[in-house]
Each structure stands twice: as C-alpha cells, then as structure tokens.
C-alpha cells in the first residue's frame, strides 16, 4: 500500500502496468489495491482509459528518513491511529524512554481541548505528539503551551504564513481562522518527575473538511493561505527546529523570559472578551499573560487573573 501511494502522491496519471511492475502484482490486481486504498483512507483514485490511475488531489507524504533526519529524538511514523497523543502514551506505558516522537498520516479519533474531535485527513494534515520528560516540577510546566505556540508561530511563519498570530492559551489563528491547535497532556506526578505529551495539530493541504466531520468554528490551511501545496517534511523539520529552540528557552529561563514575546504576538491583546468556564462566563478587556502564562483580565476595573484546561476564550461580540 504504501509503496502503491508513494507512487501516486505526484497526483499524475500513471498506468496500471507500471504500478504493477513497481509493487509487484498483476495489472488486475492494482485496481483493487485501489479500492482498498480508497476505502481505508479515505481517498478518491480516478480511472481513465487509455491513460491509468491519479489521486484526485496529489498528496505530500511523509518520510520517515527525512523525519527522523531533522528530529533529535526518534520518530515513530504511523500510517493510521486513533490519536497520536494516545499512542504516544500508550508507548510511554510499555515501557518507552522519552523523548520521542509519534506522528500519524491519519487519526481516527483525534481530539482537541475541552472534548472536541480534531479533523485528521489522510496525508493533508500534521499529527504531532512529542513526549518529554519533566524533573523540575511545576515550572517547567508553567506557560509550556505558550511556547509551544511560539514556536509553531515560527514555523508557520517559515512556511510563508505572515500573519498567523496567538490566542490564548493553545490556538493559532489566520485572519480569524484557526489554523492549529496545542493539546498537552500529563502522565505521572507534575509537583515530582512526570511526563507531558504535547500534541500538535496544524492544517497544513487541507482543502475541504472531511466528509461525516463537522467542524465547529471557522477554519483554514496553510495550502489556502500560501496558494499551493506545503511540503509536510519540511514544515516537521522546522516545526523541530523552532520546538528545540524555544523549549531550551523555557527550561532555562521559564515562561517569564518569553511572556512579552507572547504577548505581542497575541491577537486578542487589549480586546474585549468573554471567558467561558463550563456554564460560568466572566466578561473583561485581555491585558495579557502573568509569569505562569494565565490570562490576566481587567473586569469592572480590577485584574483579575485565570487559569485553567477548561477555559476557553471568545471576542465579546463573537456569536
């Protein structure tokens, strides 16, 4: 299978002998190789006499020689998994000695704050789940979304996506649009020696949503904004790149060192806003981030500040 889609990713015709000759099997056989391909991913495939089979809409594999090549911590590649953050700590519970990387060409069941699903289409999209081990306590966790989003905000920005910007706490937005999200999650003792998943989701050549998915806010893709097809290797080999920096930062410093940086990076800084805590909402104007990466809020004249994996951010005159 995947060689059979290695050879189709360019989105070009090719015939069914030489898809054939390259997988070893019949002319026959390929067409059913095909449909099995379209039914386990989710693929259309067209067939045109006289000229052979393409993908309806070429794809940007990924390649785990040139993952593992720009990561400095193995990678584990997966075809299809229910959520990246689950299998990474599935593998951290068998036994695995972080760090380590898991990313998936697909989720099933991917999953973003707050209980909602995640999109996850074959071969568009990036799924991320990078495991750490944490030794300092709880500041190495103060504000560690915060900079994780920094540094996807540098790889955005890498990829040619000027006007990305931050919202508070795990999303990055375009123009409104929500591009990519951040979703950690802990195994062990965070006031001892723990463990943080921190899954990484970015839009990166989807076009339309996946069909029987919904999604339930304004979205985009780094495909829509930049005006073609983004090279997913190469935006993992950045997103590492920014991932080492900015982590080395926050380890050594903490978020405090980094806090202004966010701030103005973030899009709601000095709007009015609504933030949600499960049927609870509190009403204010967004001063920004305290040295922990809570949100500092002016209500009724006072800062008051609020954290939180619950809460959830909104524009006062967003519907």
Not at 207 to 220: K, Y
Not at 230 to 257: C, E, I, M, P, W
Request: some cysteine; glycine content about 10%.
């Amino acid at each position: 299978m995947q060689s059979l889609l290695r050879l189709l990713q360019d989105g070009q015709f090719h015939s069914g002998e030489e898809l054939g000759a390259a997988v070893g099997v019949s002319r026959a056989a390929i067409w059913k190789r095909l449909q099995a391909l379209e039914a386990e991913f989710d693929l259309q495939v067209h067939k045109v006499r006289g000229r052979g089979y393409r993908l309806e809409t070429p794809l940007s594999l990924l390649d785990i020689d040139l993952l593992t090549a720009s990561s400095s911590f193995p990678v584990i590649l997966l075809q299809q998994v229910d959520s990246t953050n689950a299998q990474a700590l599935r593998h951290l519970a068998s036994g695995a000695v972080p760090p380590f990387l898991v990313i998936a060409e697909q989720q099933t069941a991917g999953r973003g704050r707050r209980g909602r699903s995640w999109a996850s289409p074959f071969g568009e999209n990036l799924y991320y789940s990078l495991v750490l081990r944490v030794s300092g306590g709880m500041r190495q966790l103060e504000g560690l979304s915060l900079v994780v989003g920094l540094a996807l905000l540098q790889a955005l920005r890498e990829a040619g996506v000027e006007n990305a910007g931050l919202k508070w706490p795990n999303d990055l937005l375009v123009d409104g649009r929500k591009v990519a999200g951040i979703l950690l999650e802990l195994s062990g003792d965070p006031a001892d020696i723990c463990h943080v998943v921190i899954g990484i989701g970015v839009n990166i050549n989807m076009r339309v949503a996946p069909r029987d998915e919904a999604i339930d806010q304004p979205w985009t893709s780094l495909r829509q904004v930049v005006g073609g097809q983004v090279d997913r290797n190469g935006f993992v080999a950045s997103l590492n790149r920014q991932l080492q920096h900015y982590l080395q930062l926050h380890q050594t410093h903490g978020f405090a060192s980094l806090r202004e940086q966010w701030e103005a990076n973030h899009l709601w800084q000095g709007r009015a806003a609504v933030l949600a805590a499960g049927l609870q909402s509190v009403q204010g104007r967004v001063l920004g981030v305290d040295d922990t990466g809570a949100l500092r809020l002016e209500v009724e004249g006072q800062e008051k500040v609020f954290s939180g994996g619950e809460l959830s951010l909104r524009l006062r005159d967003d519907s």
